[in-house]
């Protein structure tokens, strides 16, 4: 707790006293509403009957978040497990993850569900919205948002008029992150909107062997857009977005050699991560005036290839070569009531309701290869061993119908009531086999069906129109389906469900400079899958069931405005999440152990200001600094990382077309390893992990119009 203050403290006072000197105001004293569109229709935050977390435009910027997860500490109860390759980023909400295969939080961007975690986390380019909405959506989203859901929501461009922008930030370990955009109409009725952005920089980690470093970033994102009104009530947008990334190696290292040498590893053989994104997506709205028509298409593309020291040691004993690629289609057609219009039932009562249908396939495939070298698998083989595990192919196609209906009573009482129905249908094609026969190969060709309904009751009463008092209860689920690659008898894998209870408050006070939102949940499991790691092939994982489990927890999220030029903010989450009375992972009675890579908390406080000192001219700030407890990092509750903090400053000048700034994350150098599985004898402590991010800081300049 005193690092806690003395921190907190610390971050307080590199910031308020630059606040005191502003003098000149400003005109609005109150918080900005945040519309979401967390329950698929645009509506206010402080309305819906559900814990979410909006992180705007301005936030964003101010804060220089360039992915999802550079988010995630302004939302409680999320915890993201990422490794150095950007394409490993799996976010957790209240306990609830599992593998990027098969999330149990989905991230939607511009309402297509990322189906794999690979294309989830790619750098933000004319965001204009990020949502982290916590507890199951499944009566609305179906699959894979049992925990929760992501959604990030692009910026439209200007009918209006051209702006644009270009962003040149520097810092330590060589970081570039150049960013450009440009957008505006062409004639009344098209506008364009164009991005482009590059980054790099040098590894934090430095292989002690050739003294190089090793998980170095370079990437490069793009995406365009049009938007077309051909009349009023009708509208087009086509987004075309992609990004190729070349990476370093994973910086994996033995636990315990992490421990006592931070952002050091040893290995004869260092390899690399590439991955390629594109994605299309059409969206097309008709606002009439009693019914929207909305149609989401979506087609995502994405291939990776990793080649990696899969002993991570000086020795030549193992490495491992790995390409995966998948096509995914997605579409949704949903009709709902129009905004200024819902169905009267009397004068007191009326109906706001939606209803949908979603299709998608997914054709996913993997070949893997490691290479043994000699006498590593036994005394006996003096050659080197090929081991593929797996080739494989799986094939999922799936469909969803749904519908939501909202009765409000008297302006302050509304009584929601949704369920969805889901079918999938998967199909594997699944073989493991060595480069000379010596063992047996092993194939599996399969197919399973998985159907499941699930409703939600929501409750919302509203003494005022500032507050807000809810209660909502639903049924979550997540699909089944197959391991590329798994022990025997783990080829596949059933379906996990949770129910949710769960009870909040939202209020505004002080004349609309202050909003409060607590809530409390109750989770209740039953299968949970769990992403554990196939000890027989080293770097492979698989997914299986291991029985009951529960979560409960608290969320509170304060944000106020303070003076007309200062808001602060802080949130705070806490989470109880334990395997059930009789829950067996690979084997072993795991009951009451803690649910892995959960934190006990988190938290976070901050700051953030802007002060004009000339009629172009303004000084801005933000400070903040957040909080994860403790977590474990296996079933078995072997391991784990103690609580930490990380700190974050920014403070720069803009004028009208330009604007310079100096910023600064992980400001105190924290030492945290966020993530790392069990490795069995190839890692002496019996663990490999990842250093977080060490202390980063820089010099950003750029122009706007």
């Known amino acids: 707790m005193n690092r806690f203050v003395i921190r907190a403290a610390a971050a307080a006072a590199a910031l308020f006293p630059t606040v005191a000197t502003a003098q000149s105001p400003v005109p609005s004293i109150t918080l900005p509403p945040v519309v979401v569109t967390a329950q698929k229709e645009p509506a206010d935050l402080q309305r819906l009957p559900l814990s979410a977390t909006g992180v705007l435009e301005e936030t964003i910027l101010g804060a220089g978040i360039r992915i999802a997860s550079d988010a995630a500490l302004l939302a409680p109860n999320v915890h993201f497990t990422q490794f150095s390759a950007r394409k490993l980023s799996t976010v957790r909400m209240r306990g609830i993850g599992s593998s990027p295969g098969n999330p149990g939080v989905t991230t939607f961007i511009d309402g297509v569900p990322q189906l794999n975690d690979n294309t989830s986390s790619i750098d933000l380019l004319n965001v204009e919205r990020i949502e982290f909405v916590r507890g199951p959506q499944s009566a609305l989203f179906g699959r894979n948002t049992l925990g929760g859901l992501v959604n990030i929501v692009t910026e439209r461009p200007s009918l209006a008029r051209w702006s644009g922008s270009f962003v040149a930030p520097f810092g330590n370990y060589g970081s570039t992150d150049l960013r450009g955009t440009a957008g505006g109409p062409l004639g009344d009725k098209v506008a364009v909107g164009f991005s482009l952005g590059h980054s790099e920089r040098e590894g934090f980690t430095t292989n002690a062997v050739t003294g190089n470093d090793l998980d170095f970033r370079s990437g490069t994102t793009f995406k365009a ?39 050091q590893a040893a290995r004869d053989f260092e390899g690399h991560t590439d991955r390629d994104v594109v994605s299309t997506t059409v969206l097309v709205r008709h606002e009439g005036p009693r019914v929207t028509l909305s149609s989401t298409t979506g087609v995502v593309n994405w291939q990776t290839e990793d080649l990696t020291d899969l002993d991570y040691t000086p020795l030549p004993l193992i490495t491992r070569e790995n390409a995966e690629e998948a096509m995914q289609f997605t579409q949704e057609v949903r009709l709902a009531s ?26 996913y495939d993997q070949l893997a290869v490691n290479t043994f070298s000699p006498f590593v698998l036994s005394p006996l083989v003096p050659f080197y061993i090929r081991q593929t595990s797996p080739q494989a192919a799986l094939e999922d196609l799936g469909v969803g119908v749904y519908g939501q209906g909202t009765l409000t009573f008297g302006e302050k009482l509304d009584l929601t009531l949704g369920a969805r129905l889901d079918h999938e249908q998967k199909d594997a094609q699944m073989d493991t086999f060595l480069s000379l026969a010596i063992a047996p190969p092993a194939s599996v060709t399969a197919d399973r069906s998985f159907t499941s309904v699930s409703p939600q009751l929501a409750v919302a009463y509203r003494p005022q129109s500032s507050q807000t008092l809810y209660a909502t209860v639903g049924r979550g689920f997540k699909a089944g389906g197959f391991n590329p690659s798994s022990p025997p008898g783990s080829e596949s894998y059933g379906e996990e469900h949770t129910w949710n209870l769960e009870g909040g408050v939202k209020t505004g006070w002080a004349g609309g400079r202050v909003t409060t939102n607590a809530s409390a949940f109750l989770i ?45 903010f802080g949130t705070l989450g806490y989470t109880h999440a334990r395997f059930g009375d009789g829950a067996i992972s690979s084997g072993v009675d795991v009951s009451d152990n803690d649910i892995p890579n959960t934190p006990e908390y988190t938290a976070s406080l901050g700051a953030q200001f802007n002060h004009a000192v000339a009629a172009a001219v303004s000084l801005y700030g933000r400070g903040e600094i957040g909080f994860s407890g403790a977590f474990r990092y296996d079933d078995l509750n072997r391991e784990g990382q103690d609580a930490y903090s990380l700190a974050n400053f920014r403070a720069g000048v803009r004028g009208r077309y330009v604007f310079g700034e100096v910023w600064v994350r992980n400001a105190f150098g924290t030492d945290y390893i966020p993530v790392a599985f069990a490795y069995g004898a190839l890692a002496p402590s019996g663990f490999v992990g990842e250093m977080g991010a060490p202390r980063t800081f820089g010099v950003s300049g750029g122009v706007t119009f």
Do not use: C, K, M
């Open 225 to 263: 857009q049009a938007l077309f009104t051909p009349r009023s009530d009708w509208e087009a947008r086509v987004i075309v977005s992609g990004e190729r990334a070349r990476d370093g190696d994973y910086a994996l290292n033995d636990l315990g050699a992490l421990r006592n040498s931070p952002f």
């Open 338 to 363: 129009a905004a200024n219009a819902p169905v009267r039932l009397s004068d007191g009562a009326a109906l706001r309701w939606q209803s949908g249908v979603f299709f998608f396939t997914q054709n």
């Open 524 to 568: 209740d499991w039953d299968d949970l899958q769990l992403n554990l790691p196939n000890l027989s092939v080293p770097g492979q994982f698989y997914i299986a069931n291991v029985g009951a489990a529960s979560s409960a927890g608290l969320e509170l999220e304060v944000n106020a405005r303070a003076h007309p030029r200062l808001d602060v």
